[in-house]
């Protein structure tokens, strides 16, 4: 099956914690995205790579970092400075960083805080 | 900054009535995408408009694209069951490279 895996679908973070959001795709594309939802807000970016070992910061970067070491892995950490951290994370890819290319999304991952 | 405003941000239709959201833009966008997000699920692309002026239709969705590519519409007619979830408006803001995404609207249905 071609497409985007996020794990884990549930997780929980203690309050001074950091967690990792795995994020991995098998479409080859190049650009991937990790976007935050919240009830009854749209989509917004934390943070996207164009290419492996480039990344660049979104609408909403702080409290949160990347890496992407490889092209089919992208992990987002959300560190303890981010202090509102619940909320619903989806990863996308596209086959370019071009803004008119459609996005593929994992099935995310909601992040609660103990 | 940039935003996409998309209204309504809920809307509760019978089995078989319209629906229409609507999405609207300070500044021109070089592009708007619609995606449909079923509960408990994860946003899946429907569709792209790039032209001015331009509407295209998928079965019963009917998109549209304003004169000015400020504003766009996505309609279904005589709604199903299926259609239930939350329709999101994408638009790509020229000049900045970037993809703002509207609230969403969110359909329900009875049956």
């Known amino acids: 099956d071609g497409g985007i895996t996020q794990s884990p679908k549930y997780l929980f973070r203690k309050e001074g914690q950091n967690v990792t959001l795995s994020c991995e795709q098998n479409?080859?594309?190049?650009?991937m995205y990790w976007y935050r939802q919240d009830p009854g807000q749209g989509l917004r970016l934390i943070y996207y790579?164009?290419?492996?070992?480039?990344?660049q910061k979104g609408d909403i970067a702080e409290g949160y970092s990347v890496s992407r070491e490889k092209k089919e892995s992208f992990p987002l950490t959300v560190t303890s400075a981010q202090k509102n951290p619940t909320a619903f994370y989806l990863c996308?890819?596209?086959?370019?960083?071009?803004?008119?290319?459609?996005?593929?999304f994992g099935s995310g991952t909601q992040l609660s805080v103990l | 900054g940039q935003q996409v405003m998309q209204i309504p941000q809920y809307q509760h239709v019978q089995e078989g009535e319209d629906f229409t959201t609507y999405c609207n833009s300070s500044?021109?966008?070089?592009?708007i995408q619609w995606y449909k997000q079923r509960p408990g699920g994860h946003p899946v692309f429907l569709i792209q408009?790039?032209?001015?002026?331009e509407v295209k239709k998928q079965k019963r969705l009917t998109f549209q694209f304003g004169e000015a590519k400020k504003n766009s519409s996505l309609h279904i007619t005589a709604t199903q069951t299926t259609d239930v979830g939350t329709y999101f408006c994408?638009?790509?803001?020229?000049?900045?490279?970037?993809?703002?995404f509207g609230q969403g609207t969110r359909l329900t249905i009875n049956p």
């Open positions: 994408a638009g790509g803001i020229q000049g900045a490279q970037k993809l703002v």
């Open positions: 996308a890819s596209s086959p370019r960083t071009l803004w008119g290319e459609k996005l593929f």
């Open positions: 790579s164009q290419i492996v070992n480039d990344f």
């Open positions: 500044t021109t966008l070089s592009n």
């Open positions: 479409l080859n594309h190049d650009a």
């Open positions: 408009l790039v032209k001015s002026g």
